[in-house]
């Protein structure tokens, strides 16, 4: 069971007993919230198989939250990132031979549920700090690309695997992860999370299955390069793995962001 899939079961359990506690709790005044954020963005995959921690990118965003009570918000949420991986550099001879690299770009807009472990007192609770838990669906917007003699192509439009008609860069994503918020001053509040995402594709990457019959080359001349097959010695039979073939590939960002929420001093009733 990869990392992402237990993150998600311990955050399915864990939601539905907490759901249970705040519904016997007090109801604190719902109010807006606004944060931003920046970090670090990874990517787990077929250029990188066994670290679920490798970052090797920068990561920007930005929310609008609706807080509900001190326990339960809803946000819109965009995030942008950049992920990379490079055969070249792995530890692993086999990978350092396929010489495999990309870049990719991720937009991600999405719909996320948060829920504070503590009576959090910006939602009319007590608590200064909570840990909290958020998970929500989204749409990925990804664009791999590869830098080759100076120029950058878009592997998502070349079937570098022979795909008939290529494969879509725009994508359903389930994000989940967990993080830590601090209300230091007034309505100002520093958090910081760690959060996972599986999208719908294998393609984060532009690496899933096997070596295509009719390999993609661009450049002329001595400066042509195959790019379903960059190896040097040309080892991608037509038909032999190319990738991993894990179904999904698994990217993740990880935060530090300031929010402000607006309180009013009139209560609101539902």
Known sequence: MTPGKQLFIILFFFFSGQLVHAQRAPIGEPSWEVGLMAGGAGYIGDLNQNNPLYISGLSGGAYVKRNFNQYLGVRLNYTYGEVKADDSYSSSEQF???????????NEFSGLVDFNFFNFNLG????????????????????????????????????????????????????YGLGLRYNYKDTWSVFTELGYRTPSTDYIDDVSGRYPVNPVFVGNGQNQVNLSDPSRYQIGQPGTQRGDFRKRDTYLFVSVGISFTFVSSKCYSF
Do not use: H
């Open 124 to 175: 009319g609770g007590t608590r200064q700090f909570t840990p909290y838990l958020f998970t929500g669906v989204g749409l990925l917007v990804f664009k791999p690309t590869v830098k080759v003699n100076g120029e950058r192509y878009r592997l998502d439009r070349l079937a570098t695997e022979g795909q008939e008609n290529g494969y879509k860069n725009a994508v359903l994503t389930i994000p």
């Open 96 to 106: 350092r031979e396929r010489n495999l690299r990309f870049r990719t770009s991720l």
